[in-house]
Structures are given as structure tokens and as C-alpha cells.
């Protein structure tokens, strides 16, 4: 059973700092990209950062140069480091792991930047 369980998310005051980690279970862990996604409210669900089994990286605009993805293979564990943080990117924040076709989700973990 493939799990993955998404943890480090909260309130925080603009300007500040958040690490989300992503915990799998039940893959290869290093077989697979991972990803964090985002959803804010009455908005689509939008690509926030993903890190392929070979460690190359891609970011969505808004957050290049503010968070960071990065991933322990021998912890099967892929983190979001977000600096900076604005009230923009206030949402629910979701891990994936994908080797096509495959393609899981975590439950996803609130993000709330707020003064």
C-alpha cells in the first residue's frame, strides 16, 4: 500500500519560514519524481516544485529563488523548504510521487500566511 504523509505546515507570519516533508511508503522511492503541489481556495490545483530520480529540479515562477525541493533517498523523504513566504501562497500543499503511469497523492498539509 503506497502511502505518502505530508507533515511541517501551519500558520506563519509573512516574510517567514516553513519545511513540508514527505514521507513515502510502499515504492522505490528513489525510482520515482516527487512533487509538491498547491491548492488554493476557488483556485485549480497548481504545480509548486518536483525533483526527478536523477535530482534535477523545476519550479513554478511565483517561487523560484523563495523555496527549495529537496530529497533523502535514505529516508524516502522528499522536503519543501519555503523562505519568504507571502499571503499568495496561502494553500493546501500536496506531495506526489510519479513514475508513469503511476501517480500517488498525499492527503496534503495547510499552509497559512498570515499577519
Known amino acids: 500500500q503506497v502511502q505518502l504523509v505530508e507533515s511541517g505546515g501551519g500558520l506563519v507570519q509573512p516574510g517567514g519560514s516553513l519545511r513540508l516533508s514527505c514521507a513515502a511508503s510502499?515504492?522505490?522511492?528513489?525510482?520515482?519524481?516527487m512533487g509538491w503541489y498547491r491548492q488554493a481556495p476557488g483556485k485549480q490545483r497548481e504545480l509548486v516544485a518536483i525533483?526527478?530520480?536523477?535530482?534535477?529540479?523545476t519550479y513554478a515562477d511565483s517561487v523560484k529563488g523563495r523555496f527549495t525541493i529537496s530529497r533523502d533517498n535514505a529516508k524516502n523523504t522528499v522536503y519543501l523548504q519555503m523562505n519568504s513566504l507571502k499571503p499568495d501562497d496561502t494553500a493546501v500543499y500536496y506531495c506526489?510521487?510519479?513514475?508513469?503511469?503511476?501517480?500517488?497523492w498525499g492527503q496534503g498539509t495547510q499552509v497559512t500566511v498570515s499577519s
Open positions: 506526489t510521487a510519479q513514475l508513469l503511469p503511476r501517480n500517488y
Open positions: 510502499g515504492i522505490i522511492f528513489k525510482a520515482y519524481g
Open positions: 525533483i526527478t530520480s536523477g535530482d534535477a529540479t
